[in-house]
């Protein structure tokens, strides 16, 4: 089925013969879905605190920072705009010249509310020797949609999200890499320094330095700090094979091979060789404007303390396993993994050999949303490969959806992943976690896609908050719904949240 050829191309992208056949095989059998216990929820794998302990816990975490240690923002941000701008392109391409649908009616009605107006308005003068109002006022809505999108314009439809004009100021208006630069700098700044990172594609690797490199001083300035700013790009390593319906390796037209991305969880590697204490991860349109910002830094320090505060028990914990433990010890130790850290034996043999195994590997605090209906994944107890039952975070492509138990827990769960996770990924003697190797690989899932007209079948690697993460220590934290604001669509924009 691989030709000589075939393997060349192959070894050119650091993949092994090997891999390629295993992903073959995994469109022949796909992937199991996931045995549920139960959808999390308060006091059933989620922690709702008082506001005393959240205060403890935000001191926790000001403790640990004073300590010198090593904190890094990672920001998933190679996403392209794209899907933000959906309805628009379909307005451009419509037959029709004036706004129809609800959504183009909202987005011309309110368009001096967008951040970006300004320079729109620029860029149209530029190019049609006329300004927003102008056009509109004659008619000519398609001519301002098209420079939002098009590359003679803003180039919107193209850019990756993070480099979008998101919220208004007095005096400027800012980008979501802008925005999460602040954020670093309020709650992830330790002795005066900020790591943030960012993942970026390789097409706009460059365009996105450029603008770090423009902003940055001048928000390190403003909040009396430095950054230390790097970029990663998702590794060609990591992406996996394209299949035909039937199967068979799909090609172009050249007869090679189609390898396609792996999804946001081969971002597993870029983060396992982030040189960190604490890793907080937040998706890159989930931003707000400074004025709605102490909310956001606030529940951030919060999770931040919960996980300090779990880890050192741990390490404690794992210390005393290192020596003789008393009955009475073990005791404490297993009610602290199945109470704290809220996985259960389920007819595992509960000794030493088990309670090191629990303990001794990477932890997250997720915080998570009273759920209002946003697509995407959700907080539950799961089976897991060794049979104890600990708690993930799943997405719809995980469950059974002929199991009507499973299906009546996915929705009607309380709660919603708003992808706010602060993770721990070194053991209790400094030593970095080897991150691949607490993947569940059973947990990848495939779905349809097209190249060039043609069907095809796309494999996706396990999600990064997903099964890459499956093997970790997991505490889920109800957090507010104020510090989950995703931009979508470009009409998200006009949310109250983001004005």
């Given at each position: 089925m691989l030709t000589e050829k075939d393997l060349k191309q192959i070894a050119q992208r650091g993949i092994s013969k090997e891999q390629v056949e295993n992903q073959l095989h995994q469109f022949e059998t796909g992937f199991p879905f996931l045995k549920l216990e139960a959808a999390a929820s308060i006091g059933n794998g989620i922690v709702a605190l008082s506001e005393d302990e959240r205060k403890q816990y935000v001191a926790a975490w000001e403790a640990y920072k004073a300590e010198g240690r090593r904190v890094v923002k990672f920001v998933p941000a190679s996403g392209a705009a794209s899907r933000m701008f959906k309805n628009m392109f379909a307005f451009v391409e419509a037959d029709y010249d004036v706004p129809t649908t609800d959504f183009e009616k909202k987005y011309f009605a309110d368009i001096e509310k967008f951040a970006f107006y300004d320079a729109l308005d620029a860029i149209c003068q530029k190019n049609e020797g006329k300004g927003i109002k102008e056009l509109i006022e004659a008619g000519n809505y398609k001519a301002v949609a098209a420079n939002m999108l098009k590359k003679e314009g803003l180039n919107y439809g193209q850019l990756p999200k993070g480099m979008l004009l998101f919220h208004k100021y007095a005096d400027d208006a800012r980008t979501p890499m802008e925005e999460h630069l602040v954020e670093g700098a309020l709650y992830a700044a330790s002795k005066g320094e900020a790591h943030v990172h960012f993942t970026v594609s390789h097409e706009h690797m460059d365009?996105?330095?450029?603008?770090?490199?423009?902003?940055?001083?001048?928000?390190?300035?403003?909040?009396?700090?430095?950054?230390?700013?790097?970029?990663?790009?998702?590794?060609?390593?990591?992406?996996?094979?394209?299949?035909?319906?039937?199967?068979?390796?799909f090609r172009e037209a050249d007869g090679s091979l189609l390898f396609r991305p792996g999804g946001h969880g081969a971002l597993i590697e870029n983060l396992n060789e982030i040189e960190a204490d604490v890793i907080f991860i937040k998706n890159i349109d989930n931003v707000v404007p400074d004025r709605l910002k102490p909310e956001t830094v606030e529940w951030k320090q919060v999770i931040a303390g919960v996980l300090v505060t779990l880890q050192q028990k741990a390490f404690n914990y794992l210390r005393i396993l290192d020596g003789t433990p008393t009955d009475a010890q073990l005791a404490e130790i297993a009610q602290f993994v199945e109470h704290d850290l809220c996985c259960q034996p389920k007819g595992n043999k509960v000794d030493a050999a088990y309670l090191r195994r629990k303990l001794n590997r990477p932890m997250r605090v997720c915080g998570v949303v009273k759920n209002v209906g946003e697509p995407g994944g959700g907080p539950f107890l799961t089976y897991n490969q060794d049979g104890t039952v600990s708690l993930q975070i799943l997405e719809s492509s995980q469950i059974d959806t002929n199991n009507e138990a499973y299906m009546k827990m996915f929705t009607q769960g309380t709660h919603f992943n708003p992808v706010d996770l602060v993770c721990a990924v070194r053991d209790y003697k400094g030593q970095p976690f080897n991150l691949p190797d607490f993947v569940d690989k059973t947990t990848g899932f495939i779905s349809s896609k097209s190249k060039s007209g043609k069907e095809l079948k796309a494999l996706e690697l396990p999600g990064l908050w997903n099964g890459a993460m499956s093997d970790w220590s997991t505490i889920f934290v109800e957090v507010p719904l104020g510090t989950f604001n995703p931009v979508k669509t470009v009409n998200d924009l006009l949310r109250e949240q983001h004005q």
């Amino acid at each position: 089925m691989l030709t000589e050829k075939d393997l060349k191309q192959i070894a050119q992208r650091g993949i092994s013969k090997e891999q390629v056949e295993n992903q073959l095989h995994q469109f022949e059998t796909g992937f199991p879905f996931l045995k549920l216990e139960a959808a999390a929820s308060i006091g059933n794998g989620i922690v709702a605190l008082s506001e005393d302990e959240r205060k403890q816990y935000v001191a926790a975490w000001e403790a640990y920072k004073a300590e010198g240690r090593r904190v890094v923002k990672f920001v998933p941000a190679s996403g392209a705009a794209s899907r933000m701008f959906k309805n628009m392109f379909a307005f451009v391409e419509a037959d029709y010249d004036v706004p129809t649908t609800d959504f183009e009616k909202k987005y011309f009605a309110d368009i001096e509310k967008f951040a970006f107006y300004d320079a729109l308005d620029a860029i149209c003068q530029k190019n049609e020797g006329k300004g927003i109002k102008e056009l509109i006022e004659a008619g000519n809505y398609k001519a301002v949609a098209a420079n939002m999108l098009k590359k003679e314009g803003l180039n919107y439809g193209q850019l990756p999200k993070g480099m979008l004009l998101f919220h208004k100021y007095a005096d400027d208006a800012r980008t979501p890499m802008e925005e999460h630069l602040v954020e670093g700098a309020l709650y992830a700044a330790s002795k005066g320094e900020a790591h943030v990172h960012f993942t970026v594609s390789h097409e706009h690797m460059d365009f996105f330095r450029q603008k770090v490199a423009e902003k940055a001083d001048g928000i390190a300035q403003k909040y009396g700090i430095k950054y230390d700013i790097t970029f990663s790009e998702q590794k060609p390593s990591t992406d996996t094979i394209a299949a035909n319906p039937d199967n068979t390796p799909f090609r172009e037209a050249d007869g090679s091979l189609l390898f396609r991305p792996g999804g946001h969880g081969a971002l597993i590697e870029n983060l396992n060789e982030i040189e960190a204490d604490v890793i907080f991860i937040k998706n890159i349109d989930n931003v707000v404007p400074d004025r709605l910002k102490p909310e956001t830094v606030e529940w951030k320090q919060v999770i931040a303390g919960v996980l300090v505060t779990l880890q050192q028990k741990a390490f404690n914990y794992l210390r005393i396993l290192d020596g003789t433990p008393t009955d009475a010890q073990l005791a404490e130790i297993a009610q602290f993994v199945e109470h704290d850290l809220c996985c259960q034996p389920k007819g595992n043999k509960v000794d030493a050999a088990y309670l090191r195994r629990k303990l001794n590997r990477p932890m997250r605090v997720c915080g998570v949303v009273k759920n209002v209906g946003e697509p995407g994944g959700g907080p539950f107890l799961t089976y897991n490969q060794d049979g104890t039952v600990s708690l993930q975070i799943l997405e719809s492509s995980q469950i059974d959806t002929n199991n009507e138990a499973y299906m009546k827990m996915f929705t009607q769960g309380t709660h919603f992943n708003p992808v706010d996770l602060v993770c721990a990924v070194r053991d209790y003697k400094g030593q970095p976690f080897n991150l691949p190797d607490f993947v569940d690989k059973t947990t990848g899932f495939i779905s349809s896609k097209s190249k060039s007209g043609k069907e095809l079948k796309a494999l996706e690697l396990p999600g990064l908050w997903n099964g890459a993460m499956s093997d970790w220590s997991t505490i889920f934290v109800e957090v507010p719904l104020g510090t989950f604001n995703p931009v979508k669509t470009v009409n998200d924009l006009l949310r109250e949240q983001h004005q």
